[in-house]
């Protein structure tokens, strides 16, 4: 799941206005930000394995570190006490940044076939399979992300014309990407969609700056 994590990102907005869309996309997408990284130091392992579902031929091999149950409730708490300290924020914004880093461990385990581990030793998976049907998930997903688009529309309003320009062209571009990755050819090696997945920090940029770009509408 892609679009779907980030339509969390985009629906906090309405229960936190406060918190920054960069930061609600850092936290919905932070296993897949960490998990490249594991993957580039060997820490954790993909395989190219066209076929494996019909929606992604990626075979996640091992990434008990990103993606387990366990240590995304800890990341969660991680990410929740700094955001706390260093924004000096309410309890309930870092309780949403707890959530949404959480939230990312369930939507994969709707959309995964059964690979996704419960903790960091633990032998056994789970995965419901969503991604066994294009259609299934093209009807979930995209669904799930105009919803959370939406809510995102109706809880801010723009400061100025970058403000509505920029956030049309963000979930156009996701969109876009998401059903490129979908329909294109798979990549050409491992070490490739690790470095391709780096990209998604430049989607966190790009939400912090069009965000500034708008204000809630209670403001």
């Known amino acids: 799941m892609f679009i779907g994590h980030l339509a969390f990102g985009f629906a906090a907005k ?5 918190v920054s869309l960069g930061t609600l996309f850092v936290a919905c997408q932070f296993a897949d930000l960490l998990w490249p990284l594991l993957v580039l130091l060997g820490v954790e392992a993909v395989a190219i394995d066209p076929g494996n579902t019909a929606v992604t031929p990626l075979d996640f091999i091992r990434y008990p570190y990103s993606h387990s149950f366990s240590a995304l409730a800890l990341w ?3 990410l929740a006490i700094a ?11 870092a309780a949403v940044v707890a959530a949404l880093v959480l939230s990312h ?22 995965g419901a399979g969503l991604w066994y049907s294009v259609s299934a998930t093209l ?3 995209l669904a799930l992300f ?3 688009v939406a ?7 723009p400061r100025d014309r970058t403000g509505t320009l920029a956030f049309g062209a963000l979930a156009v571009f996701l969109v ?11 990549p050409p090696s491992a070490t490739a969609v690790a470095w391709g997945a780096q990209a998604v920090w430049l989607l966190v940029a790009w939400a912090w700056w069009m965000d500034r770009h708008r204000m809630p509408v209670t403001a």
Not at 14 to 18: A, G, L, N
Not at 83 to 93: V, W
Not at 151 to 157: I, W
Not at 176 to 186: D, E, H, M, Q, S
Request: proline share 8%; hydrophobic share 50%.
């Open 76 to 78: 969660a708490a991680v």
């Open 14 to 18: 309405r229960i936190v206005p406060q």
């Open 176 to 186: 876009a990407v998401y059903l490129a990755n979908i329909f294109g050819p798979p």
């Open 105 to 126: 461990w369930f939507l994969d385990a709707l959309t995964h076939r059964p690979d996704l581990p419960l903790t960091i030793g633990s032998a056994r998976r789970v």
């Open 83 to 93: 955001y706390k300290a260093l924004r000096r924020s309410s309890t309930i914004a």
């Open 151 to 157: 809510l995102y529309a109706s809880a801010t309003r």
């Open 146 to 148: 105009a919803v959370g």
């Open 139 to 141: 009807v979930v997903e």
